[in-house]
C-alpha cells in the first residue's frame, strides 16, 4: 500500500504533538513540519522569565530539535522554511526556503495546519521605533534580554494588563525596572469578572507597579532624553527606556483564506469537532483556530497551549482512522505574578451575560489556603457560578498567593464531567492541615451554592446594593465595623443577634454582611426561623471593597 504523506504546517505546541501522535499511530507514514521560524517545539510560556533571567539558558526554552525528531521519531523538520499557497485540488503546497529564497512544491495526502498567532501590532504612530517589542518567539526574547544588558533601561511600559502583561511585569521588575502598565480596559486581567481583577490590582500595586486602567495608547515617539515617551488617548505622557506591546494576539490565517478555506467571525479558521476545515483533506489546530465554548456555546479564540496539544493528538486521531472527537474549551487558564496566582475555568459572569444566559447564580467565599491552626496560611478569593435550575457548575475564577491553581485544576474537572454544586459539596479531596482542610475551598463553594439551592440562604444581589431599600446588618464585632464597613449598614455583632431581635425591622427586607460571609449565614439562619426575610451579600466586606473599590 501506498505510504500515506502528512505535512504540518507550523511545529510549536498543537504541531509537534500532531507529528509525534501521528508516529505513534502510524510507522509507515511520511511525515514533514514545515516551520518559517528557526526553532520548533520551544516553550513560548517560558519567554517572560527568560527575558526576566529566572529562565538563564536560552537552550532550556528548546523542547526538541530537528535532529531529535529525525532520531527519535523519524519525523522531517524544516526549518526557515515558509509555506506560502495551498493547492487544494492538486493537493499540495507551495514552500518557500527563507535561507536559499528557493521555492518548490510538496504533495500531501493529508495537511495540518498549524501556523500559530501573531501579536498585536496597532498601527500607532511611531510603533517602529527601537526600544518597542513584542514577546512570541525565541529571538523577541533574546532582543529584549539584549536592550537590557545593552541600554541599561530604567524605565519600562507595558502595554496590556494581560497574563502575558503581568507576567511581564514581574519580570521587569525582577530585572530592576520600573513599570507603568497601560490597559484600555478598565481592569486588569480582561477574562476575569471585574471584581476579581481587583486583587490583581491590589497585588500589583503593593509590588510598586503603576497602573493606568481605562485609558488606551495613542502613539509613540522619541524623548529629549533619548528614550521614549507612551502618549495616551486621556492625554498622558509616559518616559520610557522599553516598552513591551502584550495586547494580544490574531490568527495567521493568511494561508487558510487564500486557499478558501473557511474563517470564523472571531477571526480563526473554522474547524469541526475533529479539527478538520471545510476541506476534508485539511486540518487546523492551535491560535489559528475557532473553538466553542463548552458552556456558552460561542465561537472563541484561545491561544493556550493546553489546547493546541489536545487539538494534535485528536487531529493525528482522526488522520489514522480513529473517531476522536474536540469537544470544545472550558479556556482553564492560571497566572502567577508577585507572589500571587490568578486562575479560572469555564464560563464567566460577563461571558454568559455577553451570550444571554440566564438563570444562573453566583457565590463569594475567601477560605485559608490550609488549616486555619496551621501557619502561613493565605486566603483563597473564589468566585463560583452554577445554574439555579439543576446546580451545574458554570463556572470560577479563584485568586491568592497559594493552592488556587489545585482549586481551579479540580473544579475544572467537575465542569468536564457535568458535576453540580451537590457534587461539589460531596467531593472528597485529599487533606492534611498543611495543604488544605477538612472542607476545602472546593467544598466549601459546593455548600454554599447548595445552601442557596435548598432554599437555606437568598442571596442579595451585590451589584443592587446601592439602589436597594433593603435594611443593612453587619454582625461584625464593633471593632471591625468600626473599621470599615458597608455603606450605610447597622451594627449588632452576631453574638448578640438573639437579645436584640426588637431592634431589627419586620416591614424591611433585611441584608446581612459580615466580614468574609460566614457570620453573616449564621445570622441569616437565626433571623429566617424568627419570621424575618433575609438576604446574605455573599463574601461579606471582602467582596464589598472589591465590588465598589472607591466605597
Same mark, same amino acid.
Given at each position: ?12 505546541a ?8 501521528? %508516529?505513534?499511530?502510524?510507522?509507515d ?14 516553550? @513560548?510560556?517560558g519567554?517572560?522569565?527568560?527575558v ?11 523542547l526538541? &530539535?530537528?535532529?531529535w $525528531?529525525q ?12 509555506? &506560502? ?10 514552500? %518557500?526556503?527563507? #535561507? ?8 500531501y495526502?493529508a ?10 501590532c ?8 527601537p526600544?518597542?517589542?513584542?514577546l512570541?518567539t525565541?529571538p523577541?526574547s ?8 545593552? *541600554? *541599561? ?11 502575558i502583561?503581568?507576567?511581564m511585569?514581574?519580570n521587569?521588575?525582577? %530585572?530592576?525596572l ?5 490597559e ?12 476579581m481583577?481587583?486583587? /490583581?490590582?491590589?497585588?500589583?500595586i503593593?509590588? *510598586?507597579?503603576h ?17 521614549l ?9 509616559l ?10 494576539v ?6 487558510? +483564506? ?9 477571526g480563526?479558521? %473554522? ?5 478538520? &476545515? ?9 491560535d489559528a483556530v ?8 460561542q465561537?472563541e479564540?484561545?491561544?493556550l ?23 470544545g474549551?472550558?479556556? =482553564? /487558564?492560571?497566572?502567577g505574578?508577585?507572589?500571587? =496566582? ?5 464560563? =464567566?459572569?460577563?461571558s ?6 440566564n438563570?444562573f ?12 491552626y496551621?501557619p ?7 468566585k463560583?457560578? $452554577?445554574r439555579?435550575?439543576?446546580?451545574l457548575?458554570?463556572g ?14 479540580v ?10 454544586? $451537590?457534587?461539589? #459539596?460531596?467531593s472528597e ?7 488544605g ?7 466549601l463553594?459546593?455548600m ?7 432554599g ?5 444581589p ?19 465595623y468600626? +473599621?470599615?464597613?458597608?455603606?450605610g449598614?447597622? @451594627?449588632?455583632?452576631?453574638g448578640?443577634?438573639r ?6 425591622p419586620?416591614?424591611r427586607e ?7 460571609g ?5 445570622a ?15 463574601g ?8 465598589y473599590?472607591m466605597?
Amino acid at each position: 500500500m501506498k505510504k500515506k504523506r502528512v505535512l504540518i504546517v507550523g511545529g510549536v505546541a498543537g504541531g509537534a504533538t500532531c507529528a509525534t501522535r501521528l %508516529r505513534r499511530l502510524d510507522e509507515d507514514a511520511e511525515i514533514v513540519v514545515f516551520d518559517r521560524g528557526p526553532y520548533v517545539s520551544f516553550a @513560548n510560556c517560558g519567554l517572560p522569565y527568560y527575558v526576566g533571567n529566572i529562565i538563564k539558558q536560552e537552550e532550556k526554552l528548546l523542547l526538541a &530539535t530537528p535532529p531529535w $525528531f529525525q532520531d527519535r521519531f523519524h519525523i522531517e523538520v524544516r526549518t526557515r522554511a515558509e509555506v &506560502t499557497a495551498i493547492d487544494r485540488q492538486g493537493c499540495a503546497i507551495a514552500v %518557500r526556503d527563507l #535561507e536559499t529564497g528557493c521555492e518548490y512544491h510538496e504533495p500531501y495526502d493529508a495537511l495540518v495546519l498549524s501556523p500559530g498567532a501573531a501579536p498585536v501590532c496597532p498601527p500607532w504612530p511611531g510603533i517602529d521605533l527601537p526600544g518597542i517589542f513584542t514577546l512570541r518567539t525565541i529571538p523577541d526574547s533574546r532582543q529584549i534580554r539584549n536592550w537590557i544588558e545593552s *541600554k *541599561k533601561p530604567r524605565q519600562a511600559v507595558i502595554v496590556g494588563g494581560g497574563f502575558i502583561g503581568l507576567e511581564m511585569a514581574e519580570n521587569l521588575v525582577h %530585572r530592576g525596572l520600573a513599570v507603568t502598565i497601560v490597559e484600555m480596559a478598565n481592569q486588569l486581567l480582561p477574562p476575569l469578572d471585574p471584581e476579581m481583577a481587583e486583587y /490583581a490590582g491590589e497585588r500589583l500595586i503593593a509590588s *510598586k507597579v503603576h497602573l493606568r486602567l481605562g485609558d488606551a495608547v495613542a502613539g509613540f515617539e522619541p524623548s529629549a532624553e533619548g528614550g521614549l515617551l507612551v502618549r495616551t488617548q486621556a492625554g498622558a505622557s509616559l518616559p520610557a527606556d522599553l516598552v513591551v506591546l502584550a495586547i494580544g494576539v490574531r490568527p495567521e490565517i493568511k494561508l487558510a +483564506r487564500d486557499a478558501g478555506l473557511e474563517t470564523g467571525a472571531r477571526g480563526g479558521i %473554522r474547524v469541526d469537532d475533529q479539527m478538520r &476545515t471545510a476541506d476534508p483533506r485539511i486540518w487546523a489546530i492551535g491560535d489559528a483556530v475557532e473553538v466553542k465554548n463548552l458552556i456558552t456555546g460561542q465561537w472563541e479564540l484561545v491561544p493556550l497551549a493546553g489546547l493546541a496539544n489536545r487539538q494534535g493528538r485528536v487531529t493525528a486521531d482522526v488522520i489514522c482512522g480513529r473517531d476522536t472527537r474536540f469537544d470544545g474549551v472550558l479556556a =482553564t /487558564a492560571v497566572c502567577g505574578f508577585f507572589g500571587f =496566582t490568578a486562575a479560572l475555568t469555564g464560563a =464567566t459572569e460577563k461571558s454568559l451575560r455577553a451570550a444571554g444566559a440566564n438563570g444562573f447564580q453566583s457565590v463569594y467565599l475567601h477560605p485559608r489556603d490550609h488549616a486555619g491552626y496551621y501557619p502561613g496560611g493565605h486566603p483563597i478569593h473564589l468566585k463560583l457560578l $452554577f445554574r439555579t435550575s439543576d446546580g451545574l457548575v458554570l463556572g470560577a475564577q479563584a485568586l491568592g498567593e497559594s493552592g488556587v491553581a489545585r482549586r481551579i485544576d479540580v473544579l475544572a474537572a467537575a465542569i468536564q464531567m457535568h458535576s453540580t454544586v $451537590f457534587d461539589l #459539596e460531596k467531593s472528597e479531596l485529599c487533606y492534611a492541615p498543611q495543604y488544605g482542610a477538612a472542607k476545602d475551598p472546593v467544598n466549601l463553594a459546593g455548600m454554599l451554592a447548595a445552601n442557596v439551592l435548598r432554599g437555606d440562604m437568598a442571596l442579595a444581589p451585590w451589584r443592587e446594593l446601592e439602589a436597594s431599600d433593603a435594611f443593612l446588618l453587619d454582625v461584625r464585632e464593633p471593632w471591625e465595623y468600626n +473599621r470599615d464597613t458597608v455603606e450605610g449598614a447597622a @451594627n449588632v455583632p452576631l453574638g448578640q443577634l438573639r437579645s436584640r431581635l426588637s431592634e431589627l425591622p419586620r416591614d424591611r427586607e433585611i441584608w446581612i454582611t459580615c466580614e468574609i460571609g460566614e457570620r453573616a449565614y449564621y445570622a441569616c439562619r437565626i433571623l429566617a426561623q424568627h419570621g424575618f426575610r433575609v438576604r446574605h451579600l455573599s463574601g461579606g466586606y471582602e467582596t464589598y471593597w472589591v465590588m465598589y473599590p472607591m466605597g
